[in-house]
């Protein structure tokens, strides 16, 4: 009994301090934060990204580039937790912020008012949230079965029966939604351009003519990639092409 308890207690240790060294990136990052040294904190925080990735710690990291002025290395990684906290209140408010500090002002194509709906009731959750409401609902909708093949009341057969078949739906539609939100995070196509300034061709070549400007901090999509151009689309319908260099995958 005591050999089993030394060996519990050791691996307890172990794991503890595996947990400590896989986060003293993260822990010194924030103190740097704390005392402003904004530069060595990006570095701490970086060195974290390259053995996990977390909404806190890009969220931690665009506000550190923040701090530091650096725009587009701002937005892009609110961006990147947005993704991974898509209901995350200050991620969002802090992507604003700085969102009102780029030149670029362009109005989105409006959506209509059912996709719009859809998009906002889909982000107030994660994959993960999803995937476990879903879970959830897959259990009580086998309870509600239970209740119809094994109870003989009448009333108590007719609330499994239709009650197990409304939370089987809830629960596919909560798998949807999860596997939405795990798309958005694995197969996103949106950029934000990195340079002051950028012109935007009309073809994928230097000798074409201009279509317009963006700067740094602007997020479009990503509609193809040819050699060393990438083909966006713009908030506002427009498309265009840029060299690769010039803007950043979220």
Same mark, same amino acid.
């Given at each position: 009994?005591?050999?089993?308890?030394?060996?519990?207690?050791?691996?307890?240790?172990?794991?503890?301090?595996?947990?400590?060294?896989?986060?003293?990136?993260?822990?010194?990052?924030?103190?740097?934060?704390?005392?402003?040294?904004?530069?060595?904190?990006?570095?701490?925080?970086?060195?974290?990204?390259?053995?996990?990735?977390?909404?806190?710690?890009?969220?931690?990291?665009?506000?550190?580039?923040?701090?530091?002025?650096?725009?587009?290395?701002?937005?892009?990684?609110?961006?990147?937790?947005?993704?991974?906290?898509?209901?995350?209140?200050?991620?969002?408010?802090?992507?604003?912020?700085?969102?009102?500090?780029?030149?670029?002002?362009? !109005?989105? *194509?409006? %959506?209509?008012?059912?996709? /719009? #709906?859809?998009?906002?009731?889909?982000?107030?959750?994660? +994959?993960?949230?999803?995937?476990?409401?879903?879970?959830?609902?897959?259990?009580?909708?086998?309870?509600?079965?239970?209740?119809?093949?094994?109870?003989?009341?009448?009333?108590?057969?007719?609330?499994?029966?239709?009650?197990?078949?409304?939370?089987?739906?809830?629960?596919?539609?909560?798998?949807?939604?999860?596997?939405?939100?795990?798309?958005?995070?694995?197969?996103?196509?949106?950029?934000?351009?990195?340079?002051?300034?950028?012109?935007?061709?009309?073809?994928?070549?230097?000798?074409?003519?201009?279509?317009?400007?963006?700067?740094?901090?602007? !997020?479009? *999509?990503? %509609?193809?990639?040819?050699? /060393? #151009?990438?083909?966006?689309?713009?908030?506002?319908?427009? +498309?265009?092409?840029?060299?690769?260099?010039?803007?950043?995958?979220?």
């Amino acid at each position: 009994m005591k050999r089993h308890l030394i060996i519990l207690v050791s691996l307890l240790f172990a794991a503890v301090s595996s947990f400590a060294a896989d986060n003293s990136y993260l822990l010194n990052g924030n103190n740097e934060y704390e005392s402003g040294n904004y530069d060595k904190a990006i570095e701490f925080y970086e060195k974290q990204l390259q053995t996990a990735e977390s909404g806190a710690l890009f969220y931690n990291l665009g506000n550190a580039y923040y701090k530091k002025g650096s725009l587009a290395p701002a937005i892009l990684n609110y961006e990147r937790a947005l993704l991974r906290e898509p209901d995350n209140d200050d991620i969002k408010a802090n992507l604003e912020i700085a969102r009102s500090k780029t030149i670029d002002d362009i !109005k989105p *194509k409006e %959506k209509i008012f059912f996709a /719009q #709906w859809y998009d906002d009731f889909v982000n107030m959750n994660s +994959s993960d949230n999803w995937a476990v409401c879903s879970i959830v609902l897959f259990l009580l909708t086998l309870t509600f079965a239970a209740i119809y093949l094994y109870i003989k009341i009448p009333a108590a057969r007719r609330i499994g029966f239709f009650g197990g078949i409304g939370l089987f739906i809830c629960t596919i539609c909560c798998m949807c939604f999860a596997s939405s939100q795990k798309t958005k995070l694995t197969a996103h196509n949106y950029v934000i351009i990195f340079n002051p300034s950028v012109e935007v061709k009309t073809a994928p070549e230097a000798k074409a003519s201009k279509h317009c400007n963006l700067h740094e901090g602007t !997020k479009v *999509k990503l %509609k193809q990639t040819r050699k /060393q #151009w990438i083909e966006i689309e713009i908030e506002n319908g427009n +498309s265009g092409w840029i060299q690769e260099g010039d803007a950043r995958k979220i």
